[in-house]
């Protein structure tokens, strides 16, 4: 339990409620239960993982967007070495967003260079392999795309290895997102690991019965299929069960919920955040009114 | 009804409006063609004025229903509980086919929309579209730093939206529904019909965009003979696809076979359309799946990268969105009937249900 | 007090009536047990009892259902929540699955119910103590044994201090470590006073907690009596339903001669 602890503050409103019932004074929570409350937040390891959520997601999404809006080489490394890199740095994690980053962006990348690099239309010809000309143009419109893609990458690496989706969640919930919408939300999250599961668990059944998952494609079609299908349909299925059991816990009553924990968020994270959307706007903006050329 | 086919009307005025209005002041900016790129900078805001139209077709449907009634109930009636139950349950479909068998099988194929599918036909076109434009940003921004994730799926965002919708509205129209032992020569006439209003598609929304390319099936180029082989592997597919059909219509006689290709091919053709300026202009045309040599062939043989990637498109994605019509079609009917008719579009999508 | 008064069911796009004529009272504190053979009805009548059959699943409701006089028709599924609560057999369907610790997802249902934290807090506390589970506060819900996790959603349904508790077969998908532990936790809720409505096949797992069983076959109450006389009455195996162990052995017994000596429960 060591290490979660005062950084997080309880915010708790306190409110009359007839739905409390004949029960007469309302309850006070004591300090060992905040202590308590708190300790179901996601603890936090390193100061960039403490910033709110929205932070870390408009970080990730300014340097998404910029990297397309500014293009060509020096906008998406600007971005990379000005925003991703001290991030990743600050949350100790640089060598693990940088190989998530890389594994995501290599077969794409590969992709961009053998297409964009032998079969873009351009003058200057470096050299022949069969009947493909490898082009100048060529190998720098793969080079812009490769860098563009690897930065966006880094970005989205970067914020997937900082943030607990069940806190971003929890944090728009209080913003005031839905309940339902949260919930939806959060089981997404929650059912594809568990779907994951229960395939593997299914393929190691039926390859107990002998059904072939290696191969050529047709058997590997026919091996995909019945592990597919068990899948699904029980997932479906469970719906209507689901929703029962759900419904006896009164979701879907209308109105806002207090939430066991929630995250802080500062006066200087709300403006940092301004900051970066109107960075990003002057960005898209500028060039297009001729105040700013465009970055080679 | 009347009410809701005016709110419809407006939504689709404002929309239409919107999008021309958007497209000219787009290309007013810069109609030059970027020598980066290869593409007239006015495309790159196709995306952004489409899913503005859209967003401001919404906007107007919703306000128009507002206004009159004071309520928002025909889209909140879409999103009962167990379609929020179930739209999870169908991002992770949408995410493990797409990702697993889509990836796995290394076929041109993305089959990552069947969950969206299924929630149109059973919920409605709003939550198809919510289910659609979910998936795609979970699958990129929530499942970035693990082996689900891909970080390419957001842009396309704005077409699972579209998918999802397209579905709500077949499946409003009976178009998900299984119709066995229909006659013979109602079988017959149904099959032309559909067979008519795919060659129509073909003539005037796909053929249109080759005729540019300058390429020919039996070239004597190199390069020709490469994309001749591709073309005819896809062919084939074609064609085994078709005969399995058409034997499933025939054993069967279910004619609602004939309707389910018909949507899917709909919905592919103008899946193709939205998606080629968003690949084209977003990762240059590649998208690290099959699809990318069939781009560069394109490319090899003429085409500019834009019109290599509407080539590409309007060539996968009518065979992709009519295979994923026709699992979701398959998966409705292995469901009972008790588990679709209690979601809110459900009896409409799936028949009514026998006592 | 709930009281079903002449109460038919059908479910939607079905002709046939699930339930038949029902007139059915259960006392605030009244421990009742419901017994009857395979599709006699009583998943159903669990449903009508909640309100949510036909407020969720729809159908045709013929008679009333009322709690504490007031009737439940027209009631919306989230608010009848607050007056009666139903936990069902499968406990992996059952875990909401937004939840990271037992003590959130206990929680859930009062922080649905839009009660303010301190609330929440004291009535979660309370839940778990009634049912032994304090100690699984920590444990991922997701990974625990069959019997761990519907003793988790029993607590779930319980922490919203519901004035009756519907129990739909408990105990039907665990093993028998699983039963015990629930029956045991049943045991101890009786003695709190809540009212409880547990349906079950499992009769020994009934004989030693209900004051009075009701037995239905084939959308129609037979038997309204007594637990003691209830679970000994002949109709009970007539209808397909195995009598407790008890009763049988003492039946057993009989027949020898021997008479049945007294077993404290």
């Known amino acids: 339990m060591s290490g979660r602890s005062a950084w997080w503050r309880a915010d708790v409103v306190l409110k009359p409620d007839e739905a409390a019932g004949p029960e007469t004074a309302p309850a006070r929570l004591s300090e060992a239960d905040t202590a308590y409350l708190a300790s179901l937040a996601p603890a936090a390891i390193s100061r960039y993982q403490r910033l709110n959520p929205l932070t870390k997601a408009t970080l990730a999404t300014v340097t998404t967007l910029g990297a397309f809006v500014l293009g060509g080489y020096l906008g998406p490394l600007l971005l990379l070495v000005g925003i991703v890199l001290p991030g990743a740095i600050a949350a100790h994690l640089l060598r693990r967003v940088v190989r998530v980053a890389v594994l995501f962006s290599l077969p794409i990348s590969i992709s961009v260079a053998l297409v964009s690099v032998f079969t873009r239309a351009g003058s200057t010809v470096l050299f022949n392999l069969g009947p493909f000309d490898a082009t100048l143009e060529g190998v720098d419109f793969a080079a812009q795309i490769i860098v563009r893609l690897f930065t966006i990458a880094m970005a989205l690496a970067l914020f997937g290895l900082t943030t607990e989706p069940r806190a971003f969640v929890v944090d728009l919930e209080r913003r005031g997102l839905s309940p339902r919408v949260a919930f939806a939300a959060a089981a997404t999250l929650e059912t594809i690991p568990l779907m994951v599961e229960r395939a593997l668990a299914i393929q190691a059944a039926q390859r107990a019965r002998g059904l072939d998952t290696e191969g050529s494609l047709s058997a590997r079609v026919r091996g995909v299929l019945p592990l597919v299908a068990p899948v699904i349909l029980s997932s479906l299925t469970e719906v209507e069960e689901r929703s029962l059991a759900l419904e006896v816990r009164s979701f879907g009553r209308p109105g806002r919920r207090d939430l066991l924990w929630t995250l802080p968020d500062t006066g200087r994270e709300r403006a940092l955040r301004w900051l970066l959307v109107a960075a990003l706007v002057v960005a898209l903006v500028a060039p297009l009114a001729g105040v700013m050329p465009r970055l080679p | ?355 | 007090m709930l009281v079903l008064d002449g109460v038919s069911y059908r479910y939607p796009g079905y002709a046939r009536q699930v339930l038949l004529d029902i007139d059915l009272t259960l006392g605030d504190g009244e421990i009742v047990g419901l017994v009857g053979p395979n599709e006699a009805g009583k998943s159903t009548l669990c449903l009508v009892l909640s309100g949510l059959a036909p407020a969720s699943v729809g159908g045709v409701l013929a008679g009333t259902v009322t709690i504490d006089g007031e009737t439940t028709a027209g009631l919306k599924s989230y608010e009848l929540a607050r007056l009666i609560g139903l936990v069902f057999q499968n406990p992996n369907t059952q875990r909401s699955g937004v939840t990271a610790t037992v003590f959130e997802e206990v929680a859930l249902g009062p922080v649905n119910l839009g009660l303010p934290v301190a609330e929440t807090v004291e009535r979660t506390r309370w839940a778990m103590a009634a049912l032994r589970i304090e100690d699984l506060a920590e444990r991922d819900p997701a990974r625990l044994s069959g019997g761990q996790a519907q003793l988790v959603a029993i607590a779930s349904i319980l922490a919203m201090r519901p004035r009756h508790l519907v129990l739909d077969e408990p105990t039907a998908q665990l093993d028998p470590e699983g039963t015990r532990l629930v029956a045991e936790a049943l045991r101890d809720l009786a003695s709190t006073g809540t009212a409880l409505l547990i349906a079950e096949h499992k009769t020994d797992v009934l004989a030693r907690i209900c004051q009075r069983v009701v037995a239905i076959d084939a959308g129609r109450i037979v038997l309204d009596a007594p637990a003691a006389e209830g679970f000994a009455d002949s109709r009970l195996p007539a209808i397909g339903v195995e009598a407790p162990a008890v009763v049988r052995i003492g039946a057993a017994l009989g027949e020898l001669g021997v008479a049945m000596p007294e077993i404290a429960p």
């Not at chain 2, 139209?53 to 889209?75: K, M, Q």
């Not at chain 2, 409705?332 to 008719?341: E, V, Y």
């Open chain 2, 1 to 355: 009804m009347a009410s809701k086919w005016f709110r419809v009307a407006v939504a689709v005025v404002v929309g239409a409006v919107t999008l021309v209005v958007g497209m000219a002041a787009a290309g007013s900016f810069d109609t030059t063609v970027d020598p980066n790129t290869g593409l007239v900078a006015g495309s790159n805001a196709f995306m952004f004025v489409l899913a503005v139209a859209l967003l401001l077709a919404f906007i107007a449907y919703a306000g128009v229903e507002f206004a009159t009634t004071r309520r928002l109930d025909s889209i909140t009636s879409q999103f009962d509980t167990r379609t929020i139950v179930l739209i999870p349950i169908a991002i992770a479909i949408n995410i493990v086919l797409g990702q697993t068998v889509g990836n796995a099988l290394k076929i041109p194929l993305y089959l990552d929309s069947v969950g969206t599918i299924l929630v149109g036909a059973l919920a409605g076109p709003i939550p198809g579209a919510l289910t659609g434009l979910l998936a795609n940003l979970i699958w990129t921004f929530v499942l970035a730093g693990t082996p689900f994730g891909s970080a390419f799926a957001w842009p396309f965002a704005i077409v699972a939206a579209e998918i999802g919708l397209l579905a709500g509205v077949f499946g409003y129209y009976g178009f998900f529904r299984s119709r066995p032992n229909t006659s013979i020569p109602t079988l017959v006439g149904g099959v032309v019909v559909a067979g008519l209003i795919l060659l129509g598609l073909a003539a005037y929304g796909v053929l249109p965009f080759y005729a540019k390319g300058g390429f020919t099936f039996f070239g004597t180029n190199p390069t020709d003979s490469l994309f001749t082989i591709i073309a005819y592997g896809i062919g084939i597919g074609l064609i085994l696809a078709l005969v399995a059909l058409t034997i499933q219509l025939f054993v069967r006689r279910d004619l609602g076979v004939a309707f389910i290709v018909v949507a899917g091919a709909i919905c592919g053709v103008i899946s193709a359309l939205i998606s080629a300026p968003i690949s084209a202009f977003v990762f240059g045309g590649v998208t690290g799946s099959g699809s990318d040599i069939l781009v560069g062939a394109f490319q090899q043989a003429g085409s500019s990268l834009i019109e290599a990637v509407f080539q590409q498109g309007l060539l996968q994605d009518p065979i992709d969105k009519t295979i994923e019509f026709i699992v979701a079609f398959l998966l409705l009917q292995t469901l009972s009937r008790r588990f679709s008719a209690r979601f809110p579009q459900g009896e409409r999508a799936v028949g009514m249900v026998e006592g």
